[in-house]
């Protein structure tokens, strides 16, 4: 923050769903904000073995969906900085452990 009352992150919120042989694993959706190391979101982890779970289903040749949405920039309590912005996700999906 810079004093200037202009914001300088967009938030947006990110769901994953994994495909099974028994049914769709979905996540919840959670806040960009959280989607760091130490955050508060479920599904994002740095350990092996943590983080969403296809439980006793096999996502085997299943699909995968990622969700990203982001809200209008009239519901933001400040406005956006003109300018570019990005972020890089990173999805790791490994075998269950």
Sequence with gaps: NDGS?????????????????????ASERCASSELIVGGTCSF???EAGQGLSSRNGIA????????V??????????RLA?????DTLLLVVGPRT
């Design 5 to 25: 009352g202009f914001a300088f992150a967009k938030t947006y919120y990110l769901s994953v769903g994994i495909d099974t042989d028994r049914g769709v694993i």
């Design 44 to 46: 994002a982890s740095t």
């Design 60 to 67: 085997i040749d299943r699909d995968a969906t990622l969700q």
């Design 69 to 78: 949405e982001w809200p209008d920039q009239r519901e933001l309590t400040r």
């Design 82 to 86: 003109p300018g570019r912005y990005r």
